[in-house]
């Protein structure tokens, strides 16, 4: 996204991957300039505008040759957990990180790192643009436990924030343990 907003004159800081204020800033002014809805966030009609559409046959190959954990998956869950888990305990990061090793292990779900976490729908943090803010340390840390193996849910295919709960489905999932603010469920 950096690179194609440097060549079009959007963003002018260094290409380094990180999704930081100066990108958000460069998305948003691309948005306006190309009438889109002004958000800093990369959503499905700004990726359209930019020129990359990711289609299910992409993931579908990407899934079928990435069968081995690399350091882009650990840095991929790390950004999701920064996303879902800030301000989480450090138990409650890697909590949210075995979640997603739980559902690549489970033959209900995708089956690599990438396909569980882009799975439409599956985690607020992709859908609202969270995930793509800069991990930290600790976020980092946890995703290589939970792919290590470390899981504090027991089992968890499931976690959510009582308080910002908006599909109730998750209510008939039976509870394994609560975690910070995060309760883990089957």
Same mark, same amino acid.
């Given at each position: 996204?950096?690179? %194609? !907003? $440097?060549?079009?004159?959007?963003?002018?800081?260094?290409?380094?991957?990180?999704?930081?204020? &100066?990108?958000?800033?460069a998305? %948003? $002014?691309?948005?306006?300039?190309?009438?889109? %809805?002004?958000?800093?966030?990369?959503?499905? @009609?700004? $990726?359209?505008?930019?020129?990359?559409?990711?289609?299910?046959?992409?993931?579908?190959?990407?899934?079928?040759?990435?069968? +081995?954990?690399t350091?882009?998956?650990?840095?991929?869950l790390?950004? !999701?957990?920064?996303?879902?888990?800030?301000?989480?305990?450090?138990?409650? $990061? #890697?909590? +949210?990180?075995?979640?997603?090793?739980? &559902? #690549? %292990?489970?033959?209900?779900?995708?089956?690599?790192?990438?396909g569980?976490?882009?799975?439409?729908?599956?985690?607020?943090?992709? @859908?609202?643009?969270?995930m793509? !803010?800069?991990?930290?340390?600790?976020?980092?840390?946890?995703?290589? @436990?939970? /792919?290590?193996?470390?899981?504090?849910?027991?089992?968890?295919?499931?976690?959510?924030?009582?308080?910002?709960?908006?599909?109730?489905?998750?209510?008939?999932?039976? /509870?394994i343990?609560? /975690?910070?603010?995060? /309760?883990?469920?089957?």
């Open positions: 996204v950096q690179a %194609r !907003l $440097k060549d079009w004159g959007y963003y002018t800081g260094a290409v380094d991957g990180f999704f930081g204020v &100066r990108t958000w800033l998305v %948003r $002014k691309f948005q306006a300039y190309n009438g889109l %809805r002004v958000t800093g966030i990369v959503d499905d @009609d700004t $990726k359209v505008a930019l020129g990359f559409t990711t289609t299910a046959q992409d993931l579908a190959a990407y899934q079928a040759s990435s069968s +081995v954990t350091n882009d998956d650990v840095y991929l790390a950004m !999701l957990i920064n996303g879902e888990a800030r301000g989480e305990p450090y138990i409650g $990061k #890697v909590a +949210v990180g075995a979640v997603v090793m739980n &559902r #690549v %292990r489970d033959p209900r779900f995708p089956k690599t790192i990438a569980v976490i882009f799975q439409p729908g599956a985690f607020s943090a992709v @859908d609202d643009g969270q793509w !803010l800069p991990p930290t340390n600790d976020s980092i840390r946890a995703a290589r @436990d939970a /792919i290590a193996g470390w899981d504090p849910t027991g089992g968890a295919l499931y976690y959510y924030n009582a308080a910002r709960v908006t599909s109730y489905w998750i209510f008939n999932r039976p /509870i343990t609560q /975690i910070g603010s995060h /309760i883990f469920a089957r």
